[in-house]
């Protein structure tokens, strides 16, 4: 068995993510629409787990859950678990800050699994 399937084996979980978009020169964010991560290609692993981590800009900060995710993901973008389904009717979807459950990507580590140039594990921290 691969690592990379390994890796699948462990994501399990279904997630939402919106990508970061484009700003909208209002000091805001146009995001990506909103795309499901679901096993078994896509899955994640969500571990709530608060530690100290260095964000994306050097700060120290309180990381809310550390996920393993399967695909690339970018900071600034969003992450939900659960699916789209799992958003309330009265939430827009298109703007996860008003999306309860959804939370800022602060940064993401992507390592090269053993012996590939191709195959990576990411962490996503939030």
Same mark, same amino acid.
């Given at each position: 068995?691969?690592?990379? +399937? ?9 997630? @939402? ?18 795309? %499901? ?9 969500? !571990? ?6 260095? !964000?994306?800009? =050097?700060? %120290?900060? @309180? +990381? $809310?859950?550390?996920?393993? *995710?399967?695909?690339? *993901? #970018? ?6 678990? =659960?699916?789209?389904g799992d958003i309330?009717?009265? #939430?827009? #979807?298109?703007?996860? $800050?008003?999306? +309860?459950?959804?939370? #800022?990507?602060?940064?993401? !580590?992507?390592?090269?699994?053993? $012996? +590939?140039?191709?195959?990576? &594990?990411? $962490? &996503?921290?939030?």
């Amino acid at each position: 068995m691969s690592i990379d +399937s390994t890796v699948k084996k462990f994501c399990v979980q279904t997630a @939402v993510y919106w990508g970061p978009g484009t700003p909208d020169g209002y000091g805001g964010r146009a995001f990506d629409a909103p795309v %499901e991560l679901e096993p078994p290609t896509n899955g994640v692993r969500w !571990d709530e787990k608060v530690q100290m981590i260095t !964000d994306v800009t =050097g700060k %120290e900060i @309180v +990381s $809310k859950a550390e996920i393993l *995710v399967v695909q690339d *993901v #970018e900071p600034q973008g969003w992450l939900m678990l =659960g699916t789209l389904g799992d958003i309330a009717s009265d #939430e827009d #979807e298109t703007n996860p $800050k008003g999306v +309860s459950g959804a939370y #800022e990507i602060r940064r993401v !580590d992507k390592s090269p699994m053993v $012996k +590939s140039t191709t195959l990576f &594990v990411r $962490k &996503v921290y939030l």
